[in-house]
């Protein structure tokens, strides 16, 4: 095994110069949420994988595509009853900010199974409410293409991400009747160098005053607004990378439940909060099961071969993929809990099951080889691309970007892999 790739001091300069705090990881201590720094893993690679400008065009049409199809789903689900979306696996207490976010999703990453040699393409499932991967696939490919001689495999990532995001958050000031000018804006995630970095990096974007802060100091002000505690500012705006299936169990010091508050606030358009309730109308993994139960005639003929062609067959049942399949908790997140199964035997777990995911209701979907690659031995990849809303509700692609993992299940143990042309 090449170490350079893991642990070097080449690889320490590159990534530090690129201001990208997250290249190592380590696991966050539950109760105290203090990092533990002696169990820091490596993350990056320092590696660039030459890649084809072509596949690249590939998979980004490709997410536009199924982009399109998960628009459509988005405003069927706003249109389904509480029994219906429970049935899916929503939380109870998520279902009115689903259904009455005034603003649409924003972005999202595509996981993709992109296999050339089977000619297997696929969309595994959306991730529209997370932070990770979004630096590395927008701008972190492009430097380190050129630290190693290779070419940008997207020179439109960034510049469409700073237009939308600047679209989008004139939306919000808009659903609130404010000029952007006169609103307070502020990004927020939690405190770990991944999601917090990625905020600054995101809020940099953003062509206007906005504030950067730890989730911990959000509070909510006798039901009137929003604010950062520490400087007692109120907030009109907030982009907040947290998952709402965390925020509607979220306690205060004394125990009491936060999430009836900050629900009034959104459902008053006191406080807009970007890419929240409708992003996370997009999230479980059953909406793919939604799009599989809907079936094809309810679609027009170009979006019926987008999904015939892009989308796996996906189910809440496990008997409808026969006895071959992947099974994925309804609302896991980084492979958590994810087994396959293959002959009706269980060929594969995922390295993390935490109770929280393991104890959820399921979704199934066929079983799909992933391309293998030859980084430091044989590596499996997943293809992620991002998707922002364009200002009409279409979603138009952005930086694309891979993870490996040198077991079969991508998790949050594994690495993400430079790409260049």
Same mark, same amino acid.
């Given at each position: 095994m090449n170490m350079d790739i893991f642990n070097s001091p080449q690889r320490d300069r590159l990534f530090r110069s690129m201001k990208m705090g997250w290249y190592n990881v380590c696991p966050i201590e539950e109760g105290t949420g203090i990092p533990l720094t002696d169990q820091e893993v490596p993350y990056a690679l320092y590696h660039c994988r030459k890649v084809s400008p072509q596949m690249i065009k590939e998979i980004k049409q490709a997410s536009e595509l199924v982009g399109s199809v998960l628009m459509q789903a988005w405003s069927v689900i706003r249109t389904l009853d509480e029994?219906?979306?429970?049935?899916y696996g929503f939380p109870k207490d998520s279902i009115k900010i689903v259904k009455y976010d005034p603003l649409p999703p924003f972005c999202m990453r595509l996981d993709w199974c992109w296999n050339e040699e089977t000619g297997v393409k696929k969309v595994i499932e959306t991730n529209p409410q997370t932070p990770s991967f979004w630096f590395e696939c927008t701008e972190g490919n492009g430097k380190v293409a050129q630290h190693f001689g290779f070419k940008q495999p997207d020179y439109n990532a960034q510049t469409i991400l700073s237009l939308t995001l600047?679209?989008?958050?004139?939306?919000?000031?808009?659903?609130?009747?404010?000029?952007?000018?006169?609103?307070?804006?502020?990004?927020?995630?939690?405190?770990?160098?991944?999601?917090?970095? +990625?905020?600054?990096?995101?809020?940099?974007?953003?062509?206007?005053?906005s504030a950067v802060f730890p989730l911990e100091?959000?509070? #909510?002000?006798d039901g009137k607004y929003l604010f950062d505690y520490r400087t007692g500012q109120p907030i009109d705006i907030l982009f907040m990378w947290y998952p709402v299936e965390w925020a509607i169990h979220d306690t205060d010091e004394n125990g009491?439940?936060?999430?009836?508050?900050?629900?009034?606030?959104?459902?008053?358009?006191?406080?807009?909060?970007?890419?929240?309730?409708?992003?996370?109308?997009l999230q479980p993994k059953s909406i793919f099961a939604l799009i599989t139960d809907l079936g094809l005639d309810f679609f027009s003929p170009k979006d019926a071969d987008i999904i015939f062609n892009y989308f796996p067959k996906t189910s809440l049942t496990a008997s409808d993929l026969g006895n071959s399949y992947f099974a994925k908790p309804i609302l896991g997140r980084e492979g958590?809990?994810?087994?396959?199964?293959?002959?009706?035997?269980? #060929?594969?777990?995922?390295?993390?099951?935490?109770?929280?995911?393991?104890?959820?209701?399921? #979704?199934?979907?066929?079983?799909?080889?992933?391309?293998?690659?030859?980084?430091?031995?044989?590596? +499996?990849?997943?293809? %992620?691309?991002?998707?922002?809303?364009?200002?009409?509700?279409?979603?138009?692609?952005?930086?694309?970007?891979?993870?490996?993992?040198?077991?079969?299940?991508?998790?949050?143990?594994?690495?993400?892999?430079?790409? %260049?042309?």
């Amino acid at each position: 095994m090449n170490m350079d790739i893991f642990n070097s001091p080449q690889r320490d300069r590159l990534f530090r110069s690129m201001k990208m705090g997250w290249y190592n990881v380590c696991p966050i201590e539950e109760g105290t949420g203090i990092p533990l720094t002696d169990q820091e893993v490596p993350y990056a690679l320092y590696h660039c994988r030459k890649v084809s400008p072509q596949m690249i065009k590939e998979i980004k049409q490709a997410s536009e595509l199924v982009g399109s199809v998960l628009m459509q789903a988005w405003s069927v689900i706003r249109t389904l009853d509480e029994e219906t979306l429970l049935y899916y696996g929503f939380p109870k207490d998520s279902i009115k900010i689903v259904k009455y976010d005034p603003l649409p999703p924003f972005c999202m990453r595509l996981d993709w199974c992109w296999n050339e040699e089977t000619g297997v393409k696929k969309v595994i499932e959306t991730n529209p409410q997370t932070p990770s991967f979004w630096f590395e696939c927008t701008e972190g490919n492009g430097k380190v293409a050129q630290h190693f001689g290779f070419k940008q495999p997207d020179y439109n990532a960034q510049t469409i991400l700073s237009l939308t995001l600047n679209q989008h958050i004139q939306r919000a000031a808009e659903c609130l009747k404010k000029p952007i000018n006169n609103c307070r804006v502020a990004f927020t995630a939690l405190n770990n160098a991944e999601d917090l970095g +990625t905020m600054r990096w995101l809020s940099s974007h953003f062509h206007h005053k906005s504030a950067v802060f730890p989730l911990e100091f959000l509070r #909510v002000k006798d039901g009137k607004y929003l604010f950062d505690y520490r400087t007692g500012q109120p907030i009109d705006i907030l982009f907040m990378w947290y998952p709402v299936e965390w925020a509607i169990h979220d306690t205060d010091e004394n125990g009491k439940k936060l999430w009836s508050a900050l629900e009034q606030l959104i459902l008053e358009k006191k406080v807009v909060i970007v890419n929240f309730g409708s992003a996370f109308a997009l999230q479980p993994k059953s909406i793919f099961a939604l799009i599989t139960d809907l079936g094809l005639d309810f679609f027009s003929p170009k979006d019926a071969d987008i999904i015939f062609n892009y989308f796996p067959k996906t189910s809440l049942t496990a008997s409808d993929l026969g006895n071959s399949y992947f099974a994925k908790p309804i609302l896991g997140r980084e492979g958590e809990g994810g087994f396959a199964v293959k002959s009706g035997e269980i #060929v594969l777990r995922s390295h993390s099951n935490d109770s929280w995911y393991t104890e959820q209701d399921y #979704v199934y979907q066929e079983l799909l080889e992933f391309p293998q690659v030859e980084i430091a031995g044989s590596m +499996t990849a997943v293809w %992620g691309a991002w998707l922002y809303n364009n200002g009409n509700d279409q979603f138009v692609s952005g930086g694309v970007g891979t993870r490996v993992s040198e077991g079969q299940i991508t998790d949050n143990i594994s690495y993400w892999c430079p790409i %260049g042309c």
